[in-house]
Antibody, heavy 119, light 107 residues
Framework: QMQLQESGPGLVKPSETLSLICAVS??????????CGWIRQPPGKALEWIGS???????HSNPSLKSRVTMSIDTSKNQFSLTLTSVTAADTAVYYC???????????WGLGRLVTVSS | DIQMTQSPSSVSASVGDRVTITCRAS??????LAWYQQTPGKAPKLLIY???SLQSGVPSRFSGSGSGTDFTLTISSLQPEDFATYFC?????????FGGGTKVDIK
């Protein structure tokens, strides 16, 4: 059973950059046909897809965030990462790293990391 | 973007009840739909994928149906551990989008 674990600062100042890492255990971060991705959930609200990275190298990001989002995979460390620039209070959320298969849904979720944007 | 609309937003039910949650897509998504269960403070858990396929390890009281724009998640006999929030998600096109959630609580 693959395990995912987010890490990174829990508090980020407005206008700064949010950076999170997802450590993967129990399997390879780049194994086909899985994709890696990030989803967030503001307190008490619904889930919002941030973006996905595929084993082919293809990436997709939510257009609402696209210009601020960077995602990458580090196969040597079996982890993947998210950076979100120019954050505001609206970016306060629990951030989940995930693994999924296109036709089979999001099968693995990290525990989630609450990131609060505040000065 | 494809909009996913769930109804109802909340439902009160008793143990043993049959519960049905619906999800409507703003355009045809074939069967590219998944359902998730989330309990407070926990990550979501995949229940159903491809609209009607039960994820391994998920109890058979959960079932999904539908295609095109209209989908249903049914819990045939509600158990205490099923009181949670349920989300649908379309996987047909980017950006992937989720419904607003349906909270199932105790009557």
């Amino acid at each position: 059973q693959m395990q995912l674990q987010e890490s990174g600062p829990g508090l980020v100042k407005p206008s700064e950059t949010l950076s999170l890492i997802c450590a993967v255990s129990g399997g390879s971060v780049s194994s086909s046909p899985y994709y890696c991705g990030w989803i967030r959930q503001p307190p008490g609200k619904a889930l919002e897809w941030i973006g996905s990275l595929y084993y082919s190298g293809e990436t997709h990001s939510n257009p609402s965030l696209k210009s601020r989002v960077t995602m990458s995979i580090d196969t040597s460390k079996n982890q993947f990462s998210l950076t979100l620039t120019s954050v505001t209070a609206a970016d306060t959320a629990v951030y989940y790293c995930v693994r999924g298969v296109a036709a089979a849904g999001i099968v693995s979720w990290g525990l989630g990391r609450l990131v609060t944007v505040s000065s | 973007d494809i909009q996913m609309t769930q109804s109802p937003s909340s439902v009160s039910a008793s143990v043993g009840d049959r519960v049905t949650i619906t999800c409507r897509a703003s355009q045809d998504i074939s069967t590219w739909l998944a359902w998730y269960q989330q309990t407070p403070g926990k990550a979501p858990k995949l229940l159903i994928y491809s609209a009607s396929s039960l994820q391994s390890g998920v109890p058979s009281r959960f079932s999904g149906s539908g295609s095109g724009t209209d989908f249903t998640l049914t819990i045939s006999s509600l158990q205490p551990e099923d009181f949670a929030t349920y989300f649908c998600q379309q996987a047909y096109s980017f950006p992937l989008t989720f419904g607003g959630g349906t909270k199932v609580d105790i009557k």
